[in-house]
């Protein structure tokens, strides 16, 4: 079963900035586009941000020019930074990784704990 880590979420007022952890195995990192996906209470899991191996990426609509999603190999770790936070960026985030970055379905049926982040005021 593959294990994805994810930290750093937390309660912040609007306009605040959290920056969010995912560590996965190596075999894992090195291999896969990584993504950052997020679900708010009564809604589906979607993807907001994705970094392939070589460091390009792609973002959801809804968080262009707010997150920006990066990798550091040497730690098998991605990073999700997220700036001006709004209320509807409240949702548990999660990593996983992923076959390209225009394909959007996990490759693991596992997931990691999460972490929460809320907004509000």
């Known amino acids: 079963q593959v294990q994805f880590v994810e930290s750093g979420g937390g309660s912040v007022q609007p306009g605040g900035s959290l920056r969010l952890t995912c560590a996965a195995p190596g075999s894992i990192f090195s291999t896969y586009v990584m993504g950052w996906y997020r679900q708010a209470p009564g809604k589906q899991r979607e993807l907001v941000a994705s970094?392939?191996?070589?460091?390009?990426?792609k973002y959801a609509d809804s968080v262009k020019a707010q997150f920006t999603i990066s990798r550091d190999n040497a730690k098998n770790t991605v990073y999700l930074q997220m700036n001006s936070l709004k209320p509807e960026d409240t949702a548990v985030y999660y990593c996983?990784?992923?076959?390209?970055?225009?394909?959007?379905?996990?490759?693991?049926?596992?997931w990691g704990q999460g972490t929460q982040v809320t907004v509000s005021s």
């Open positions: 970094i392939g191996t070589g460091g390009s990426t």
């Open positions: 996983n990784a992923q076959l390209g970055l225009s394909l959007s379905t996990p490759v693991f049926n596992s």
